[in-house]
């Protein structure tokens, strides 16, 4: 059985735990929440590792939110409101030295755009050859016959061989600590 005794001092998510305060959290999302009716909300928690449960609070025993509502509660904070939150973990991670900022691992990963591929592909392919014969450009919205539902979504590639229309989510992490200290989302064709 897991016991709190059990988790060594030297545990990342201890150190975290007792290093960072995290209420600033509910501060700044309780406009959110209604104050006087309802269940309290609950905070973005997961159940996979024990040593998560400590951190976040949690008994052993005591189970935690599902997906939809982690879902939800990151729709309600908005792109705004989670960047903050983000930027004040990491902040007060950097002033409590949990983050040595001396390498940084950058990886980014493909987001498909929502929208048919297959008549993208389709209208790309006509529009380019329309294009190729009156010497135009064509691309995405570029005014060469060829538009899409998502105009901010381009085309990229993952390798040689592996295409996608979308976005690129880029994280970047602290190389000895682990933490994820800056994110980004940006057109397909844009390198990582």
Known sequence: MFSIANLPKEHFLRRLNETI????????????????????????????RMSFKYFLGLAVNEKGPGLSTLFKFRDRLGPERFGSIFNRIVEVARSHKLVSDKLYIVDSTEVQARVNRFRITEELKQS????????????????????????????????????????????????????IVGRATTPGNEAD
């Open 21 to 48: 305060g995290f209420s600033f959290v509910n501060d700044l999302c309780k406009d959110h929440y209604c104050a006087d009716n309802g269940r309290p909300s609950w905070e973005p928690q997961i159940n996979d």
């Open 128 to 179: 380019t050859k329309d294009d190729d014969t009156k010497g135009g450009s064509s691309g995405p919205n570029s005014g060469g016959g060829f538009t899409t539902p998502d105009p901010d979504a381009r085309f990229g590639c993952k390798s040689k061989n592996r295409k996608f229309f979308g976005y690129k989510e880029h994280l970047c992490m602290d190389a000895e600590s682990e933490i």
